[in-house]
């Protein structure tokens, strides 16, 4: 069982920047990617980023949703099982508890993603 825990979220100004970071730990070689997911209050989780994680498999290829791809970028470090999300020009619409998640597939739908965080709350002011 694959153990996620997230960290680096915060209250921030619209226009500044973030880095959330995600350890894994416990049978990590069941990863194939990772990535990022977020839910605002009201609304559904939504996929934001990934970034595949084994090193025989479609090595570090990144998937971005189209309203983050040219603010937000994905990253890993393998040697110390993190991955990253760089947040920046934030906005009020970026509000959302964001979720690191993994998985052996490569796809945006969250219901293939069995391995969860517990989540950290990212809030823009305006």
């Known amino acids: 069982q694959v153990h996620l825990v997230e960290s680096g979220g915060g209250l921030v100004q619209a226009g500044g920047s973030l880095r959330l970071s995600c350890i894994a730990s416990?049978?990590?070689?069941?990863?194939?990617?990772m990535g990022w997911f977020r839910q605002a209050p009201g609304k559904e989780r939504e996929f934001v980023a990934l970034?595949?994680?084994?090193?025989?498999?479609?090595?570090?290829?990144?998937v971005y949703e189209d309203n983050v791809k040219d603010r937000f970028t994905i990253s890993r470090d393998n040697a110390k099982n993190t991955v990253y999300l760089h947040m920046s020009s934030l906005k009020p619409e970026d509000t959302a508890v964001y979720y690191c998640?993994?998985?052996?597939?490569?796809?945006?739908?969250?219901?293939?993603?069995?391995?969860w965080g517990q989540g950290t709350q990212v809030t823009v002011s305006s």
């Open positions: 970034i595949t994680w084994h090193e025989t498999w479609h090595d570090g290829n990144t």
């Open positions: 998640a993994a998985t052996r597939s490569l796809t945006k739908n969250s219901s293939a993603w069995p391995y």
């Open positions: 416990r049978g990590t070689f069941n990863i194939y990617t």
